[in-house]
Structure formats: C-alpha cells, structure tokens
C-alpha cells in the first residue's frame, strides 16, 4: 500500500484552510486519512502553518510520499531538510505590518487643523458655473 502525505481541504469556496494528513494513495483528496500530522491556512497573513515535526519524519522513514505542495510546506518548516540530512533552512521572516492608510492619509493632508473629511478641491456653485459659460459663449460672438 502506497502512502502518500497530502492537503486535505477544508472551509469555505474563497477561504480555504488545509490539513495536513497521511493517507493511502488511492483515497480521494478530503477522504479518509491515516492520521492528521499538521494545519496549512494560506489566506491569514502571513500564512499559518503548524506540522508536528516528530510524526512528519516518522511517516518520511517509512517511505511516505509527499505531495507537490506539502513538500514545499515541509522544506519550508525544515523537516524536510532533517530527513534528507540536508543543513536547515533560514528562520521564516515574518512581514513587517503594514502601515494604517487612514493615519498616513491624516498625516499628509493636515497642515496643523484637524481634518474635517471634506472634499479636497472646492465645489463649483451652478450659478457660478452658468456665468462663466455665458461670459465664455460671450467672448466667443465677439470675436466672430
């Protein structure tokens, strides 16, 4: 019997969450597993990912395939660098949080008044708007 570890998905249509499982090879993707050796949530930021390194290099001695994916998740983690006696990876970086768009927008628009969420640019009144079509349409009979 050939075993494979594999993703098995789980939630919604637009934000899916992964379990990492050992599995035979001929079960369908979300079937019946072996056993549960780790979580995958690729939508949170930064992505999650937890895999219980003990049981991960057991089921890799006894010849368990990996997936595509699964093993980019577990080079990522190092169990696959401590399986194949390969050096480990560099630590994952965490990405530095991203700056609140509304505090830099407050920043770079108030001048020392305290911003009052109008409209940068002043509004045309009609009345203005219809004298300067008249004094246009004016200058153009007169050129004529």
Do not use: C
Not at 21 to 49: C, F, K, M, W
Not at 93 to 101: R, S, T, Y
């Amino acid at each position: 019997m050939a075993v494979k570890i594999k993703l098995k998905r789980l939630g919604k249509i637009r934000s899916p969450h992964y379990r990492i499982v050992v599995a035979d090879s001929r079960t369908r993707r979300d079937g019946r597993a072996i056993e549960e050796i780790g979580l995958y949530h690729p939508v949170q930021n930064p992505s999650r990912i937890e895999v219980n390194s003990e049981r991960a290099q057991y089921w890799l001695s006894v010849g368990a395939q990996p997936t595509e994916p699964v093993l980019a998740i577990l080079k990522l983690t190092g169990d696959w660098q401590a399986h194949k006696g390969l050096p480990a990876p560099a630590p994952l970086l965490q990405p530095e949080p991203k700056a609140d768009k509304r505090a830099l927008f407050d920043a770079l628009s108030s001048d020392g008044e305290e911003s009052k969420g109008e409209a940068i640019t002043p509004k045309a009144k009609k009345a203005d708007k219809k004298a300067d079509e008249a004094a246009a349409a004016s200058a153009e009979s007169t050129e004529a």
